[in-house]
Each structure stands twice: as structure tokens, then as C-alpha cells.
């Protein structure tokens, strides 16, 4: 079966909300410039009350390794997802779970512009990561941007490949909503999709759109 991770957590509410819709896993952004920036004393109260079994998924972008640690233990996460420029094996002595985010281009309707991803060498990550998301990128964004990966693309599905190829877990991020979920899962065949801008209402969780959205992929998987 599919599993599904809810990102961009920043209330207790919203976390129980996901941990009662079936989720496997939640994500708290560690990004001071992000929208869905939560403080770690937050997070600290917010998995002191959840179920035993739902994966606490920190995301950081170029923090350093030490910082990261810290910041893991203190909060009670379960695992760190890396959304920079980061070298994973400098992160191992966290001993904890690592997913490695790649960025994919979208174009932009608004503007009819790229953003540059740098290329990736899939085999590098092998042994080092435990999971590797692809996230579409957008410019002045960080994640949750609401814009689908291009999954027919060409150099989409070569990614999709070599990811899994080299017997990494695929989790597939970007633009996922109640609309496309089933057809991203079709055609990319993940382990794992991750979800945030598409399960929120204003600008906010929802808790119907999180329990839909988690009952499609899950029939879909």
C-alpha cells in the first residue's frame, strides 16, 4: 500500500488530523524562510502527542550537520529531509532515517519561465540515503510550491528510472492534489507521496482534504 507523508505541519490540530486519516509519516519545515516555518519548541509539544508508529519527518535546507542533530534529538523526530545543497555523508553520524530531496523544473504559466535544477548522480546517493524526493522548483520558492512535476517529460521519467534502478525509495513530491494523486502514482509508481499546499484551504491544513487526499493515494497504491 501507498504511503503518504503530510508535510508543511504547523499545529497540533493539523497533526492529528493526518495521524487519524491513516498518514505514515508528517513533515515539519526547519526553514526559517518558509511559509510553513514551525519552531522547534512547537514540534517538541507536537510529537510528545502523537501516536507511536507515525514517522516525525524533520526538513532542512543547508543547515549544518551539528545543528541538525540537535535540533532532531530535542524534538523527537524520526528522521531529516535535506532540501539544499547538502553532502548526505555528512549527515550520517545523526543515525537517523535521511531523505535527499531533487528538484525538478516547472514552467511557471505566469510567466512561461524555468527554474535551473542542477544535474544529480543518482548512483552517489546509493548506501547514503533512504529515500530520495523529487519536488518540482519553482524560483524564490521553497517546496509547496502547488506546481506539478512534469511526469511525461523525458528527463522526468529517466529520473524516475534511475532512481529506481539503483534501489532507492521514490518519493514523489510536487503539486500533488485530490485531483491528480491517483495519476502521479500510476505514472511515476513511487513508495511514497508527499503532500502539502495541495491538502490546505486558505493557506491552511484541511482536515476533509487531508483525509481524502490519503484515502485516494492509499486505493491507488
Not at 540537535?70 to 553520524?93: D, K, S
Not at 512561461?112 to 542542477?118: D, I, Q, V
Not at 524516475?160 to 534502478?165: A, G, L, N, Q
Amino acid at each position: 500500500m501507498m504511503h503518504v507523508k503530510i508535510c508543511g505541519i504547523k499545529s497540533l490540530e493539523a497533526a492529528l488530523w493526518a495521524a487519524e486519516a491513516g498518514a505514515d509519516a508528517l513533515g515539519f519545515i526547519l526553514v526559517p524562510a518558509s511559509k510553513r516555518y514551525i519552531e522547534p519548541r512547537l514540534i517538541r509539544e507536537i510529537t510528545a502527542q502523537l501516536p507511536p508508529y507515525i514517522a516525525r519527518i524533520g526538513v532542512f535546507v543547508n543547515t549544518p550537520p551539528s545543528e541538525v542533530k540537535e535540533v532532531a534529538e530535542w524534538c523527537g523526530l524520526t528522521g531529516i529531509q535535506l532540501h539544499g545543497e547538502e553532502n548526505p555523508e555528512n549527515y550520517r553520524q545523526i543515525a537517523l532515517p535521511l531523505i535527499k530531496a531533487l528538484r525538478l523544473p516547472v514552467e511557471v504559466p505566469e510567466t512561461g519561465t524555468k527554474e535551473k535544477s542542477g544535474s544529480e548522480n543518482i548512483g552517489d546517493w546509493r548506501g547514503l540515503v533512504q529515500g530520495l524526493l523529487v519536488d518540482s522548483v519553482v524560483a524564490g520558492q521553497f517546496g509547496g510550491t502547488g506546481f506539478s512535476l512534469p511526469w511525461d517529460d523525458t528527463a522526468s521519467q529517466i529520473l524516475f528510472t534511475e532512481i529506481r534502478s539503483a534501489g532507492i525509495p521514490l518519493i514523489l513530491a510536487g503539486g500533488l492534489t485530490l485531483a491528480n494523486v491517483d495519476e502521479g502514482i500510476r505514472k511515476v509508481k513511487p513508495y511514497a507521496v508527499d503532500v502539502s499546499s495541495g491538502v490546505e484551504r486558505d493557506g491552511r491544513k484541511d482536515a476533509a482534504l487531508i483525509k481524502e487526499f490519503i484515502r485516494k493515494a492509499k486505493a491507488a497504491g
